[in-house]
């Protein structure tokens, strides 16, 4: 069973652009929910999607959107880079969104901002 | 919010010796995680515990989590320099946001 795939693995962009990180979860799991992992901030939470639907937020200004499509692969948006939204942006998968269940990690994209 | 506090904040071992990390809710636990990981990548699950006295084992890596469900304990037996990494604990709270919140982890170093 293929595990969480997150593509791209490294990316670098420039102040001011903008950029989309995808997030393939494990098959049959319905629930991807993303965080960005700082050495100074830890790893906070993004937001969840369950079904398609965000069902969680984290505090993260408007410039940071998600989405999810109908097969459970979802994207995340960053416009109008900073240079702070330098971090390792990691998604998780689970089988739904309760509180019960496993979740399990994609490797990370590496977002580099110059 | 939930928070998570867990300690030490880093830990240097001899290879062999055993150890504990621990990990602390502000507020009652709904799934509690463990999960290591290795610099710059991705988190590996290592367990997850949801019943209050549960304890759960892997290899030579123990998990407990109290009656209470606000503290958990991950326990290394004979630790080698492949247990290095940061072990990270994760945990979801009550009501309707549910979102799995971490600690800001423990950093192990394994000394051969």
């Known amino acids: 069973k293929a595990g969480v795939t997150q593509t791209p693995r490294y990316l670098i962009k420039t102040r001011g652009q903008q950029v989309t990180l995808s997030c393939s979860p494990i098959?049959?799991?319905?629930?991807v929910s993303w965080y960005q992992q700082t050495p100074g901030q830890g790893l906070q939470f993004l937001f969840e999607y369950f079904s398609e639907t965000q069902r969680n937020k984290g505090n993260f200004p408007g410039r940071f959107s998600g989405r999810q499509f109908s097969n459970s692969r979802s994207e995340m948006n960053v416009s109008t880079l900073e240079l702070g939204d330098s971090a390792l942006y990691l998604c998780a998968s689970s089988l739904s969104a309760e509180g019960y269940t496993e979740a399990f990690f994609g490797q990370g994209t590496r977002l580099t901002v110059v | 919010s939930q928070e998570l506090e867990q300690s030490p904040q880093s830990l240097i071992v001899q290879e062999g010796k055993n150890l504990t990390i621990n990990c602390t809710s502000s507020?009652?636990?709904?799934?509690l995680y463990w999960y290591k990981q290795k610099y710059g990548e991705g988190l590996i699950f290592l367990m997850m515990l949801q019943k209050g006295g549960e304890e759960k084992s892997h290899e030579k890596i123990t998990a407990k989590l109290d009656e209470k469900k606000q503290q958990s304990s991950l326990h290394i037996t004979a630790s080698q320099p492949s247990h290095a990494g940061i072990y990270l604990c994760?945990?979801?709270?009550?009501?309707?946001?549910?979102?799995?919140?971490f600690g800001s982890g423990t950093q192990l170093t394994v000394l051969p």
């Open positions: 098959s049959g799991h319905r629930s």
């Open positions: 994760g945990g979801r709270s009550s009501g309707s946001a549910r979102q799995l919140t």
């Open positions: 507020k009652t636990l709904y799934g």
